[in-house]
């Protein structure tokens, strides 16, 4: 598809587990980022990658967030361990190049934690 | 502690009358700044953006102001029509001062309802 694809859409997991959350970023943008938003608040930054690596994970909450990219593409978050905190929509985003904050979102995926 | 402020957490507003959302920063670094746009089930879309040398932004119907001595931003949609009814962020970042990508800091959003 034309715009940046999240999946899955919806995941419900039992606290302790640990979960995947993947990104499709829009073909040709080489930045992509993470994004949160709990309930009632605003989106929070979790981390950026320019190709396959990742200059600023400072948003990274803990160390049972981690997050990898391929092929300069295909991204994917992974929380260890989850937290009923943990539950929020987790959202990415991808640009041009650095880009200058005009990040095209995907749908994001809502992940409630048991 | 809270960089970016959306003190209104809703606004009704009837069609065709002017919607003023408002935005307020603590972070002098702050040096460009965005209005995105969020409908349900939907991820945030780009509105409009203004960077910290300007102190106006119009685009169609909708026009960004930026005062810095007071570090607020407000978002203008005239005239508004039930199809701008959605939740409006507000998000800054210290583009050309400092991270150069887009790395935002996004307020809690404002719901905005335009009755017909």
């Known amino acids: 598809g034309a715009g940046v694809s999240q999946s899955p859409s919806n995941k419900v997991t039992e606290k302790g587990k640990d979960v995947e959350l993947r990104c499709d970023p829009i073909?040709?943008?080489?930045?992509l980022y993470w994004y949160r938003q709990s309930l009632g608040q605003g989106l929070e930054f979790l981390i950026y990658?320019?190709?396959?690596?990742?200059?600023?994970k400072s948003g990274l909450p803990s160390d049972r967030f981690s997050a990898e990219r391929t092929g300069g593409s295909v991204s994917t978050l992974t929380i260890q361990r989850t937290q009923q905190e943990d539950s929020a929509v987790y959202l990415c985003?991808?640009?041009?190049?650095?880009?200058?904050?005009?990040?095209?979102f995907g749908e994001g995926s809502r992940l409630t934690v048991l | 502690d809270q960089q970016v402020k959306q003190n209104s957490p809703s606004l009704s507003v009837q069609e065709g009358r002017i919607s003023i959302l408002n935005c307020d920063y603590t972070?002098?670094?702050?040096?460009?700044f965005l209005w995105y746009k969020k409908y349900p089930a939907e991820g945030p879309t780009f509105l409009i953006s203004?960077?910290?040398?300007?102190d106006k932004n119009e685009d169609g119907r909708f026009t960004v102001f930026l005062n810095k001595s007071a570090k607020h931003l407000s978002l203008h949609i005239v005239p508004s029509q039930p199809g701008d009814s959605a939740v409006y962020f507000c998000?800054?970042?210290?583009?050309?001062?400092?991270?150069?990508?887009?790395?935002?800091?996004f307020g809690q959003g404002t719901i905005l309802t335009v009755h017909p």
């Open positions: 073909s040709g943008h080489t930045a």
């Open positions: 203004i960077s910290s040398i300007k």
């Open positions: 985003a991808s640009s041009q190049s650095r880009g200058t904050g005009e990040l095209f």
């Open positions: 998000a800054a970042s210290e583009f050309a001062g400092g991270t150069s990508y887009g790395k935002l800091t």
């Open positions: 972070n002098s670094m702050f040096d460009y």
């Open positions: 990658f320019q190709g396959n690596s990742a200059p600023d």
